[in-house]
């Protein structure tokens, strides 16, 4: 949000975010997102190493003019900014851009956000645009995200099974999946054979069901 006395940014960036072991955030189903008269960044990498990930800075026309044209539902450049993020991190943090001069936004437009979210999930709402308290609210100050598990001792499958000591999926009727958001893979039961495909005789037939 922006201070009416000093007319600057009152946080800059949000505390990073550490995802537990083995987890990481999933570029398909997020997206980074950023609302109007501000320019953002997302920052994102392993605990040791965060580089930026993406920008955004969505067009918003003059300070305080009404954009007749943009319509809820579409976060389309104007208005609002939608980015992907790159494949595979473990930790990420967004921040503004500290250099936007804010001095005439301040009475224009109280706050601005910038986000990493389920993409889904976000419904721009023009209203956005000349009130971006109505965001933050409109979702309690909280919005879901996706993040992927995979087993990463092995960067594949094929690696995988060539450590039987290692492989995870143990049951009879699995299969191994290679992770679709980096290194790794994850364990399927296979068709007709459903629960935990992790454990011995995890997978259960699904005749169990009509019993
Ligand atoms: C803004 O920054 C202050 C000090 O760093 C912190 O206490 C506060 O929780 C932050 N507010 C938000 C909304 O992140
Ligand atoms: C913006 O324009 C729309 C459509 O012309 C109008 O309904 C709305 O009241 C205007 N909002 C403001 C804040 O001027
Ligand atoms: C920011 O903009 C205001 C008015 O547009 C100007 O007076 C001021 O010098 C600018 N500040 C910086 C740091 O460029
Ligand atoms: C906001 O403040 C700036 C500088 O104080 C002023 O030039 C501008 O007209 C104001 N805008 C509105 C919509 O009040
Ligand atoms: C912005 O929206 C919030 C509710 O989300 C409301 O409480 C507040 O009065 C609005 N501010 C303006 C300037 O319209
Ligand atoms: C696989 O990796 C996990 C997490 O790093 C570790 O706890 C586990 O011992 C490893 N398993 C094997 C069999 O190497
Ligand atoms: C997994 O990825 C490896 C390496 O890219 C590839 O050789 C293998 O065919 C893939 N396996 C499956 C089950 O998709
Ligand atoms: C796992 O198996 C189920 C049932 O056969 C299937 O619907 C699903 O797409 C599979 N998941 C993956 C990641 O292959």
């Not at 000093?6 to 975010?17: I, L, R």
């Not at 999933?26 to 997102?33: G, L, R, V």
């Not at 992927?148 to 960067?155: F, I």
């Amino acid at each position: 949000c922006y201070d009416s006395v000093t007319k600057g940014m009152t946080n800059e960036s949000s505390d990073t975010v550490y995802l537990p072991e083995a987890h990481r955030l999933s570029d398909t189903e997020n997206k980074f997102i950023v609302g109007c008269y501000t320019v953002a960044y997302i920052a994102a990498g392993d605990r040791e190493d965060m580089r930026y990930a993406s920008a955004c800075s969505a067009f918003c026309g003059p300070k305080g003019n009404n954009l007749t044209s943009l319509m809820d539902g579409a976060c389309s450049g104007t208005g609002c900014c939608e980015a992907t993020i790159t494949e595979g991190h473990t930790s990420y943090n967004t921040m503004f851009n500290p250099d936007y001069n804010t001095t005439q936004i301040y009475n224009v437009s109280s706050c601005s956000y910038a986000v990493l979210m389920e993409s889904s999930r976000f419904s721009f709402r023009r209203s956005y645009v000349m009130n971006s308290s109505q965001f933050i609210d409109t979702n309690g100050g909280r919005v879901p995200m996706v993040v992927d598990w995979a087993v990463q001792n092995a960067s594949n499958c094929v690696e995988a099974q060539k450590d039987h000591d290692s492989y995870a999926c143990i049951s009879s009727n699995s299969v191994c999946v290679n992770s679709s958001s980096g290194p790794g893979y994850i364990c399927n039961c296979t068709h007709g054979y459903q629960e935990n495909p992790y454990l011995l005789h995890g997978c259960q037939g699904e005749y169990v069901k009509f019993l």
